[in-house]
């Protein structure tokens, strides 16, 4: 009832919706924000402190408005009301012994458990990144079924074989370089994981299945399928959207999506740098797919 009165007394006092918002704000910035902002940087203090600066401000608020020095002096009560209750706040507290003053807040302990994990997380992932090793890595992906090799040799020979089919002639022959690279690239790594259930113990070494495997994966599923993409004019994107399905089925989502971004990131600088073409994406040749 109150606090209703006297909100009906403030909005008769000014016709003005702009003065009626600065003199609310006038009132509660210094009365209220002044000391929440003291509290949230630990200074504690006693009520009777907090109703003497409060008093101190509504005084300077009330005089401010009778002796109309903001017409004067061109300052809204904002200013000089909080200067004056920190003042008086601050002074009080301490002119008459007040118990508290600042002290560090304490951390809640499950705010401490969260940070010291955090950071936890944060010197694994550095100290991995520090010892990780690419070759490493690529041994811990190879498949452990042999017959998986072949079914990806046959993959990739159909795949890269078929796109190069369906391309037309004049197309192969104004980007022969890159046609010639991935054919020739593509047959060597096809016959050696088509045919690794039959190759000698020797010769099946980590390293050379790693090399193997590198070059399938990531060198011809991404990197020379996204040029072939790009150099037939995206023609081939579905043969692309279908490679990046099988990879997500071969490697956790995490690998297939940063070979994806980088193969096809590779691709694109290497088309337009050495092949010396503008890379042009014309947005009604995807409509009409």
């Not at 401490?112 to 936890?120: G, T």
């Not at 074989?161 to 060597?188: A, C, D, K, P, Q």
């Not at 004019?233 to 959207?241: A, E, K």
């Amino acid at each position: 009832m109150t606090i209703g009165l006297i909100g009906f007394i403030i909005s008769l006092y000014t016709k003005d919706l702009i003065n009626l918002f600065l003199l609310l704000t006038s009132i509660y910035l210094p009365l209220i924000t002044l000391p929440l902002i003291l509290l949230i940087y630990g200074f504690k203090s006693s009520a009777k402190s907090f109703f003497i600066g409060m008093i101190a401000a509504i005084l300077t608020i009330i005089l401010w408005q009778i002796f109309s020095l903001r017409a004067v002096l061109g300052i809204y009560p904002i200013l000089p009301a909080t200067i004056v209750n920190l003042l008086f706040f601050l002074g009080s507290h301490y002119i008459l012994k007040q118990p508290g003053g600042f002290s560090a807040l304490k951390e809640p302990l499950a705010i401490k458990i969260i940070r010291q994990e955090r950071e936890r997380k944060g010197l694994t992932l550095l100290r991995d990144l520090k010892n990780f090793n690419i070759f490493k890595y690529w041994e811990s992906t190879i498949p452990n079924q042999k017959i998986t090799y072949s079914y990806v040799g046959i993959f990739i020979l159909i795949s890269m074989f078929s796109s190069v089919y369906t391309t037309s002639g004049s197309r192969i022959m104004n980007h022969l370089e890159i046609y010639n690279i991935t054919y020739h690239t593509t047959l060597i790594t096809a016959a050696i994981l088509i045919t690794d259930p039959l190759w000698s113990l020797k010769f099946q070494k980590n390293y050379i299945i790693s090399l193997s495997w590198f070059v399938a994966t990531f060198v011809i599923l991404i990197f020379f399928g996204s040029l072939l993409v790009i150099s037939s004019s995206f023609d081939q994107l579905q043969l692309m959207c279908a490679i990046i399905l099988i990879m997500a089925t071969i490697f956790r989502w995490q690998a297939t999506l940063l070979m994806t971004v980088t193969g096809v990131f590779a691709s694109i600088e290497f088309y337009k740098y050495f092949m010396d073409e503008k890379l042009l994406i014309s947005i009604e040749r995807f409509n009409s797919k």
